[in-house]
């Protein structure tokens, strides 16, 4: 079974290619390498002994997508491609928004050409805004504080309206994501931003690696346990194998044609501390940080509550902390420039 | 100053154009003519004696938009372009997205190409949902009941953002129609809906002229006098010089960068019966008209507060109901067909 894999190249996409090989699927990938790399897939090649299909294709492009599409005969589609950063996207929202909104619409105009109506988004716990309370649960009201987290919002109502218009034939997963981290146990693949990270794992692994000076920790005054802001890390592996879960979910035949959202995420929450020291440890680098003010936006804590997921799609996290660092570690300190290594 | 009007052969589109003329702008359309007629405009050069320059250019097509940025010198944009029937937009959710979002995205990347950073859109007294109370301030909570309205909040949050990014030059004004009914008194140009209307008032038309048998009423249990939906019916001439006010303001040196929301009606709410009565007595016809259940999503009231478009534009209505079902009827005899006759 054929599975279009848009940002493919990309660091969630790079892992799910080698969750979807390693299960029997076949990935092809599209990627525009605007933020990504195709060494990323050689890599993946390397991990599973299969070559992954490759066209440097912008989802915004139509014709070169259908072309692919007639090539192969995609049963459905893996949409990571996007741009992510925040302070980008308040800089440039038309560049977000075509990008985003207007890249996925084009996408999902080809499928419905070709026939080809299963889809899984990657959406972002962002669009929760600021939640009224924690564990979130996917019924939780929605809402953006900036043109990145209303673009994955826009999205995701778009794929609501197109799975609910009369005798609609789509199965789309919205799979909501909180923070990635991690790389593949062989330290082969991994996250490599470009520029200077906005994330905070990928910023901290380059100050360990002496790449960056010092971590700015924005906020120590938040009503946290140590006052530094909690988030729900997740390891890219397990990430990548909750898109094999809601793949396997979509297919099923007794799987109704509409629109699912899940939180992918551990249900633990960690303080930027917690991850530095966590780091530090598995490192054995020192980390030095400065607090610095809160950034505007940032809220105080954000976790998922993971148990739909966990009934549906029979999918939870298996991977720790400890694992997610160790393995951030490997990465970054086998590649230390990233796939310009 | 030469004006670039987008759907500018439509119904609203056309009488701005005549507006603009005769206030000594120079319009000039593109329009992908799915639901005008290039007919308005000759009737447009009928009624001020100047010719308005005409391309027939989907506005999701940048290269052909972008020629026509470089053959006149554009210095701001009316954008009417668009699909706006609810029903449709409910079937059809990916056309309405690529043509009212994704096409209004494409627009702003080419006015930023070519440097202009005007622009009014046409949003709608949609996007308030059902609202809390009438009558509707533009600081009222918004809300979509379908993709139609949707297309209409995520472009205001888009143009919004457009506005707000750092050093941002733009200067958009965001105009919430009412429901805009009448024709230009020379019963020349008018409202020529494809296929079946959607709105009231041409349908009451086609039925006094004899194209349709009956009028359906959705409903006749409302909380209101007579029991029938209330709407802020605001003349088409009235609302085309709204266009020439939002412009005037623009442009000025002393109108800071940034997004201005203004509704446009009357202030004043009118029931179905009472509309369906005065278009009995202007068109001396009788209205057969059948209660039949609500539509679902239809609300009881919908009316502006015009008052903040009087205070920052100088703008009110002036022509009052009677006057609007006089003109919509001139329109409707002397043009059964519309611009087919």
Request: glycine share 10%; aromatic share 8%; hydrophobic share 40%.
């Amino acid at each position: 079974m054929k599975v279009l894999v848009t940002g493919g190249a990309g660091y969630i996409g790079s892992h799910t290619c080698v969750e979807l090989i390693q299960a029997g699927f076949e990935p092809v990938v599209v990627d525009n390498l605007c933020n990504s790399s195709e060494e990323a897939l050689r890599r993946v090649e390397a991990i599973t002994g299969v070559a992954v299909p490759f066209h440097q294709v912008d989802i915004r492009d139509a014709d070169a997508l259908g072309d692919v599409f007639r090539h192969y005969d995609i049963a459905a589609v893996i949409h990571f491609a996007g741009l992510k950063a925040v302070g980008e996207s308040v800089a440039q929202p038309l560049r977000y928004y075509q990008n985003n909104v207007a890249g996925t619409l084009t996408l999902c105009e080809v499928m419905e050409s070709f026939g080809v109506r299963q889809l899984i988004f990657s959406s972002s716990a962002t669009v929760y805004g600021d939640p009224a309370s924690v564990p979130i649960r996917e019924d939780f009201a929605t809402g953006a504080t900036n043109p990145y987290g209303a673009s994955k919002l826009m999205v995701e109502d778009m794929l609501r309206d197109l799975c609910q218009a009369p005798d609609s034939q789509w199965k789309v997963s919205l799979l909501r994501y909180f923070n990635p981290i991690g790389a593949h146990k062989s330290g082969t693949i991994g996250e490599d931003p470009a520029g200077i990270p906005n994330n905070l794992l990928p910023y901290v692994a380059q100050v360990a690696v002496g790449r960056l000076p010092q971590l700015q920790v924005f906020g120590d005054d938040y009503a946290t346990a140590d006052g530094t802001g909690v988030r729900d890390y997740i390891h890219v592996v397990d990430l990548a194998r909750g898109h094999l879960a809601a793949l396997n979910k979509l297919k099923q035949e007794d799987t109704d044609a509409g629109c699912y959202t899940y939180n992918l995420g551990t249900g633990r929450g960690s303080s930027v501390l917690e991850i530095v020291r966590a780091f530090a440890e598995a490192s054995g680098k020192e980390i030095p940080y400065k607090i610095v003010p809160r950034r505007p936006g940032d809220i105080a804590e954000c976790y998922a509550d993971p148990t739909y997921a966990e009934q549906e799609l029979g999918w939870k996290t298996e991977l720790d902390l400890k694992r997610m660092v160790e393995d951030t570690w490997r990465w970054q300190s086998q590649n230390p420039n990233g796939y310009k290594s």
